[in-house]
C-alpha cells in the first residue's frame, strides 16, 4: 500500500490527503488481517520530494513508527524519483530502521545502472535485508526527471549483496532466465 508523507505526492498519486491515506490504510490492514495476508506498506517519496513538501529524516521515522504500531508485515522505503544517493541512503535507512523497533524495513530503489551497486550497499550496511527489484530492471518510474533512472535489476542487486557474502536466494536459477529479458522488454516495456 503506497503512503508518503509527501502530501503532494499523494495528492497526484491517489488523490488523498495524509488523513485519507491513513484511513485507507488501516481499512485495508484490517481486510489483510481477516484474510490472512500481510501487508507491505510503501513509502513513497522516503527519500525527499521535488515538490518543496517537508521533508526530514525526523519526520518519516516518526511516520514510519506511526505505521509500524499497526503492526503491518513489512515497510519499505521508496526513492521515488530516483534521486537519492549512497550517503543519503545509509543515513535514512539507518535512522528508519533504529526508529522502527522489531518492524521489517525494506527497500524500493530507483537508479541509473551506475549508481545500483551503490546503493544496495549502502541500504544493506546500514541493516536492510529487504529489497525490491525487477528482472532485467523491467518498469520504472513515472515520476522520476531522469529518463535513464528506473527499477534496479534483480541480477543488479544480487551481484552487489554477493559482494557482501550474502548468497542468492535462487542460486543458478538466475542464469536461466536472465536471457529472457530481452524478450519480456520487447513485449512489454513502453
Known sequence: YPCSISETFLRRNQNQSLEENLATLEEIREQAEASGLQMVVYFSMAFGNPYQDGWS???????????????????SLADTVGVADADLIREVVSAVIEGAGSQEIGVHLHSTQAEAAAKVLAAYDAGCRRFDAALGGLGGCPFAQDKMVGNIPTEEVIRALALRGVPSPIGGALADVTPLNAEISRNFSA
Do not use: K
Open 57 to 75: 529524516i525526523e519526520r518519516l521515522v516518526e511516520a514510519v513508527r506511526g505505521v509500524a504500531a499497526l503492526e503491518v508485515g513489512a515497510i
